[in-house]
Structures are given as C-alpha cells and as structure tokens.
C-alpha cells in the first residue's frame, strides 16, 4: 500500500469519525463500551467459577467424582475441578514411552509441539521523513508476521518445508528474496494428531492415578515452553536499497521458533471432569478463560480479579465518553436542524410582503430623521450609531433602533440583549 493511498484512508477514515459532529465516533466509542460491559460480565461469572470450584489433587479426583455420582439419580454431566499435576503420557509409566514426540532440534521429549515462523520487517523513514503503513502507527520500526502450526506436530527439516509453516496470504515474492531455493513455499500444511496425554500426581510412585486430558473443541492457550529459536537472515536484493529510501518495509530475517509441551512438567487444569470409562477425564470449559496453565488457582484469581477491574473501569470511562460525545453531537444538530428550519420559513415567505415594505419605509423615514447629533445616552446599545426608537415586547425594553429590531427579530430565537428574555415581537416608540 503507498503512502498516498494510506494518506487518503486515514483522511477519509477522519471524516467518517468526525462527521455530524462526532456523531460516528460516539457511536463506536458505545460500542466499545458495550462490548468491554460484555467481557466484564463474563469475566466476573468466570471469577466466580474459578472461586467456586474445588483444587483437588490428582490422588482425590476419583473419590469425588465417584461420590457425585452416587449423590444424584440422574448422572452428571461433569464438575468443575481445578487440579494441578504432572504431564506425561498414557501408559508412559508401564511401556517403554513409545508414544511421545521427540524435538527435532534439541532432542527433548513432548507431547505438543509447536512450529512458528516470524518474517521480520525494518522501515526506515527515508528522505521523505514518512513511514508507508498504517502499521506504523502502532509497531513502529519492526513489523512481524507470523504463521504457525497450532497444536500439531512438525518433525520435518526446517529448510525443505520452510513454507508449510506460512499460508499464502501473508508471503508473497517480495518477502522471500534472498531465501535459498530449497525453501520455496509450499502452500499447504503438513499435519499429525498430536498426542494423548494425562497428568499426574508428581512425587507419588508408582503412579496410579491420572486424569486424562480431552483436548477436542479446545482453543485456550497452552503453557508451552520455549525450545528452539533461530534467526535466518534474508539477502536483500539490489532494490532494497532503493525501498529504504522511500519509507518501504524490507524483510530482514526469519525466526525460526520451536514451543513444547514437555514430559515432567507441572501444570493446572482447570475444566469439567467426569468419568469415563471408570477413569477421570477433563475437558475444557468454554466459559473459562482457562485450560492448561502454568498459575495456581490463587493466582488464577488474582488475575480474573484485575482483568475485572480494568474492564470495570474501561467500560465507565468508554461510557461516559460516548454519552459526552453523542449528547454534544445531538445538541449541534438539533441546533442545525433549527437553524436550517428557520431559512426554510423565511425563503417560503413572500419577497414583497406588507410588513417588508411597511419596514422600509419606516427605516426610510428614520434615516431622514437622524440628520442631527444623537446624546449617548439615547443610542441603540446594538449598533451605537442610531436613535432607540423600539421596544422589544414583553420584557418593555427600548434599547433598539428600528432598523436593528426588525433584524434581531428574524433570527431563530431572538432575545433581549439587555435581559435575555425572549422577544415576541417589538413596536415603534414615538417621542412625540
């Protein structure tokens, strides 16, 4: 995108905002609030949830289960537990460990692996002192895409499937120059079912108990642990040089980054568990914010308990906002829609009506009159340069001449300028 296109989006984007006076920015700073109004609902009842449910161990998980079960005549959809145990495989305690991933790159056994790909970009300013994205505004001086492959497995070389981990949408010829030619994109993602786990008491031997992990239907982030990372760097072309000068972004490398669920690790679960099978199975929740995390259930509340606050209190400010915004749009167009009513009646009204030509004469007549020197204290107090000769009506005021009574009298809502009250009409005051 060029920087005159950017220009004219973020012009017209300005306009959109502003038009009817802010009308469309209150607007969308009311659905902001609404929404945060939204998210602090759900993050209160998941608060309470999380408060509400038991941290059981993995030992006692089974007992409680089985004695819910046993309490209710009808049987239960599941209950929602909190429990902290150790990763590791099913059977990985009776079997020769058959069924893990093993990292490519550092060797270390997992049962999640995860593969992202970052293209990192560099914009200079240039000569002409301006960046060439929207992007800008917000990332500055480096830009990063990134592409990767969630929850699967990837034990390929990094080089011949460089692009499996890069949808089409995000590289294009540009971004690849200087990439070897063994690592041309391939478009599609090479994928394998990731494996089963379960999680189990740490320190207790030999490991009876566990309770398996139903990742199905899931989309919370995991606890995944930082394996491998590398920077490939990209060999610009000659043009580069020629995109630095006028503000364009140029690739300056590829990260290469590998994140895994390893075997030993100690996490928290929390979701519905039951029984299946006779064994205890979790699954998440898709009301809670969390599955598989590193925090304990108190920090877990503490968290819930600050996003609460923020969005508590973003939603006031982004509330009040709105109504100040929407309520200050209002009133200037309902004073515009006075205004254009106004002319509307006057341009209806006949050009050559009685009381327009009765006006004329009558500021005719004043005009001849005031050939002499009027005392100060006899001046109309609006244009100080003729004799107050009208009344306003009904406050009684003669404070006008006639000319500048006929004209505060055609405007919307004419008001005394002595006491501010509202004038009906005026009339002509004779001195003699």
């Not at 497995?153 to 949808?167: A, C, D, T």
Request: proline share 5%.
């Amino acid at each position: 995108m060029s920087s005159s296109q950017e220009r004219a989006i973020v012009s017209l984007l300005s306009e959109v905002a502003l038009s009817f006076d802010g009308a469309f920015l209150g607007v969308a700073l009311a659905f902001a609030a609404v929404r945060t109004v939204f998210k602090y609902v759900s993050n209160s009842a998941a608060l309470c949830k999380v408060r509400e449910a038991p941290y059981v161990t993995v030992s006692d998980l089974r007992s409680i289960l089985e004695s819910e079960n046993s309490n209710e005549s009808q049987p239960s959809n599941g209950k929602l537990v909190i429990v902290r145990g150790t990763v590791e495989t099913e059977g990985s305690w009776n079997s020769l460990k058959t069924n893990v991933l093993v990292s490519q790159e550092s060797g270390h056994r997992a049962v999640v692996i995860q593969r992202t790909l970052t293209c990192i970009y560099h914009e200079w300013r240039g000569f002409l002192g301006r960046t060439s994205d929207l992007r800008a505004i917000f990332l500055r001086s480096k830009r990063r895409e990134e592409s990767s492959s969630f929850r699967s497995v990837h034990s390929l070389p990094i080089f011949s499937n460089i692009g499996y981990l890069r949808p089409k949408k995000f590289f294009s010829d540009r971004d690849l120059i200087g990439i070897t030619r063994h690592s041309k994109v391939d478009e599609g993602i090479d994928e394998q079912p990731q494996v089963p786990f379960v999680l189990v008491e740490g320190g207790q031997w030999p490991r009876s108990d566990s309770v398996a992990v139903n990742m199905d239907g899931s989309k919370h982030p995991l606890p995944l642990v930082t394996n491998y990372h590398k920077l490939l760097p990209v060999i610009n072309s000659p043009h580069t040089f020629l995109q630095t000068l006028f503000g364009q972004e140029y690739p300056v490398g590829l990260l290469d980054e590998e994140k895994i669920l390893p075997l030993g690790k100690e996490i928290t679960a929390v979701g519905v568990c039951s029984l299946k099978n006779g064994n205890p199975e979790i699954q998440s929740c898709k009301d809670l914010p969390y599955f598989l995390s590193d925090m304990t259930k108190d920090q877990m509340v503490v968290d819930l308990t600050n996003s609460s606050s923020i969005l508590f209190w973003g939603g006031i400010i982004l509330g009040s906002l709105s109504v100040g915004v929407l309520g200050y749009a209002a009133v200037r167009n309902w004073n515009r829609w006075k205004e254009w009513k106004e002319r509307e009646r006057q341009l209806r009204r006949p050009n050559n009506s009685p009381s327009d030509e009765l006006n004329f004469q009558v500021l005719q007549e004043e005009e001849e009159e005031e050939t002499e020197d009027v005392p100060d204290g006899q001046l109309c107090v609006i244009c100080l340069t003729r004799r107050r000769r009208s009344a306003f009506i009904p406050c009684g005021h003669l404070i006008s001449c006639q000319y500048c009574a006929v004209a505060l009298g055609r405007e919307a809502s004419p008001k005394c300028p002595v006491c501010r009250q509202e004038v009906r009409c005026s009339t002509r005051i004779y001195g003699s």
